[in-house]
Nanobody, 118 residues
């Protein structure tokens, strides 16, 4: 059974930082490109960042470029998203999945809430 478990969210002030984690199991982690996606209530999902199966290639949405850094540890079956200089518009529930931009392989996990507010 595939499991994707996001963690690390919380409430921070604008300009603050958070590090999200995505712990995966039930599939060959190192074989898949991975993505972070965020979704606010009442809105569609927004692709945030992606990373190749090796970790050597990364991509970011323009809205987060220069502030967020995606990484993965294939030995630990875990992906990360370091989020710096957070803005109120980054407030969302963040999800991880295997796939890229608009096509994903597995059911979504519970996500982790990120709230940026003063």
């Amino acid at each position: 059974e595939v499991q994707l478990v996001e963690s690390g969210g919380g409430m921070v002030q604008p300009g603050g930082s958070l590090r999200l984690s995505c712990a995966a199991s039930g599939f060959t982690f190192s074989s898949y490109e991975l993505s972070w996606v965020r979704q606010a209530p009442g809105k569609g999902p927004e692709w945030v960042s992606g990373i190749s199966n090796s970790g050597r290639s990364t991509a970011y949405a323009d809205s987060v470029k220069g502030r967020f850094t995606i990484s993965r540890d294939n030995a630990k079956n875990t992906m990360y998203l370091q989020m710096n200089n957070l803005k109120p518009e980054d407030t969302n529930v963040y999800y991880c999945n295997a796939g890229s931009r608009t096509a994903y392989y597995f059911s979504w996990g519970q996500g982790t809430q990120v709230t940026v507010s003063s």
